[in-house]
């Protein structure tokens, strides 16, 4: 529960990711302070002063300091953005070796600060560390999520609203799963502009030729790749993400979204002791109520096989608990 007045962020790594986490928190101005943490403590305190430059034009005042562990104990929201950096043509689940030996001693160092409040994965593969992150740090559920399918469902949602030249945010739905390969739409749940977007492409045919439901999901999937081989990697999508889930946090709103989650046994989704992404109540206590979808056999048959992608993959580290 964010309890107090004064509220604190620590981003750890200040990378692409974490540097473009950082603005965008501060752009917005959603903390009193916000705190960086690098293992080279230049980058940190480079990171700090650079954007501490252009307080003096933002909306909203926010302390901007490098740190060290001891002030995540204090924190609100802890983000962990440390990790390899991303290869080309290498997926998200190819990084996992690289990745548990950086987040690894980082949780120990969070764990052993105290830290009380919500732990915010980033780093990929983000479902496996997420669930890893639940276990070596001991928090309670509620308090440890993963970024997981919220940026593919922003992506959805984009090229949903670039193909038909109107708002994204006219879309209502979900991608669940993975943060993966294995992520899917359960397109019998998304709406558009009063109906079904299924309906919707199937009333306007002939604006759309060629356009498929199956293709839709296909770009979502592929977006970071297509954006990692265009500019190298992606920073402004997942920092705009993390912001909009720092914001629901810290501002206490009560909003939907699809995080990466521990998945136990709730309604007909019949998967336990896994972290994948579903649309969740997200709120200054963190991960609430999940939303029963009602999905459909294939759709169910889809999320299984995504939960065994993830839960193969948490074998391979569980080793280190
Ligand atoms: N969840 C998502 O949607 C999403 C999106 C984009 C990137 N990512 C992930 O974010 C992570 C960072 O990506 P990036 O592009 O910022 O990479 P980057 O190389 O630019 O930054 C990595 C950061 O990790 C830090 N780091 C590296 N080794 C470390 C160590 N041994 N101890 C402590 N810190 C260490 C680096 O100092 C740097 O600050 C990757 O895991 C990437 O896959 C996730």
Redesign the pocket.
């Known amino acids: 529960m964010v309890t107090s007045n004064r509220s604190r962020v620590v981003v ?8 473009a986490v950082a603005s965008a928190i501060v752009q917005q101005g959603l903390c009193n302070e916000l705190v960086l943490i ?3 403590p230049d ?1 940190a305190k480079g990171l700090a002063m650079d954007l501490a430059d252009g307080l003096e034009f933002l909306g909203r005042f926010v302390t901007i300091r490098p740190g060290s562990w001891a002030d995540c104990q204090c924190a609100d929201v802890v983000i962990v ?6 290869k080309p043509g290498e997926t ?1 689940m190819q ?1 996992l070796g690289a ?1 548990i ?2 987040v690894d ?2 949780l120990r160092h969070i764990a052993d600060s105290g830290f009380d409040g919500i732990l915010l ?6 479902d496996v560390l997420s669930w890893f992150a639940w276990k070596r740090t001991g928090l309670p559920r509620e308090q440890v999520l ?3 399918a ?3 469902t922003a992506r959805m949602k984009t090229i949903i609203g670039e193909l038909t030249h109107l708002d994204p945010r006219l879309v209502s739905g979900y991608v669940i799963g993975e ?1 993966g390969d294995s992520q899917f739409v359960p397109w019998s749940t998304v709406s558009f502009i009063g109906k079904s977007f299924a309906q919707y492409l199937e009333d306007n045919r002939s604006r759309y030729p060629g356009v498929t439901l199956a293709g839709i999901e296909e770009s979502t999937r592929r977006r ?1 790749l297509d954006i990692k081989g265009l500019r190298g ?3 402004y ?2 920092a705009a ?1 993390i912001a909009g889930l720092v914001r629901t946090i810290l501002w206490n709103e009560r909003s939907v979204v699809s995080i990466s989650t521990l998945v136990d046994g709730e309604y007909e989704y019949g998967e336990r002791d896994v972290f994948l992404s579903l649309p969740v109540a997200l709120d200054g206590n963190g991960v609430g109520d999940f939303v029963d979808l009602h999905l459909s056999g294939d759709e169910l048959s889809r999320f299984h096989a995504s939960a065994a992608v993830v839960r193969e993959h948490c074998a391979l580290i569980a080793d280190r608990l």
């Open positions: 750890i790594g200040t990378g692409s990711v974490g540097s690098n293992h080279n980058k953005t440390a990790g390899p950096k991303p998200r990084e990745a030996d950086i001693p980082i994965m980033v780093s990929n593969p983000v993963g970024s997981g919220a940026l593919d943060h970071g990697g992606t920073s999508g997942i993400t």
